[in-house]
């Protein structure tokens, strides 16, 4: 069964930094697209940051400049490097990795607090 398991996430005042990481582990084969997805309460899902295996990034704009997402796919990491956090970034931050050619997968970490405090 596959794992991810993530960690970094807690409480920082804004102008703050925090570094998330996800590990997936017990994957046959490498994902597609490694990335960072958030929920703040009563908002939907939505993206972070992803990236593929090749290295190419999809950042959303609410982030941009002050978040860069990395992965080292030999050890099936995603990490996200969170620099300028603002309150409006406090949610529950979800790693998924997924992967579009066969056997296709989509799975999602169970979750990291990130509050950050005016």
């Known amino acids: 069964q596959v794992q991810l398991v993530e960690s970094g996430g807690g409480l920082v005042q804004a102008g703050g930094s925090l570094r998330l990481s996800c590990e997936a582990s017990?994957?046959?084969?490498?994902?597609?697209?490694m990335g960072w997805y958030r929920q703040a309460p009563g908002k939907q899902r939505e993206l972070v940051a992803d990236i593929t295996r090749d290295g190419r990034t999809n950042i959303a704009d609410s982030v941009k400049g002050r978040f860069t997402v990395s992965r080292d796919t030999a050890k099936n990491t995603v990490y996200l490097q969170m620099n300028s956090l603002k309150p409006e970034d406090t949610a529950v931050y979800y790693c998924?990795?997924?992967?579009?050619?066969?056997?296709?997968?989509?799975?999602w970490g169970q979750g990291t607090q990130v509050t950050v405090s005016s």
């Open positions: 998924n990795v997924k992967r579009l050619g066969l056997p296709i997968y989509d799975y």
């Open positions: 017990r994957i046959m084969l490498s994902p597609s697209t």
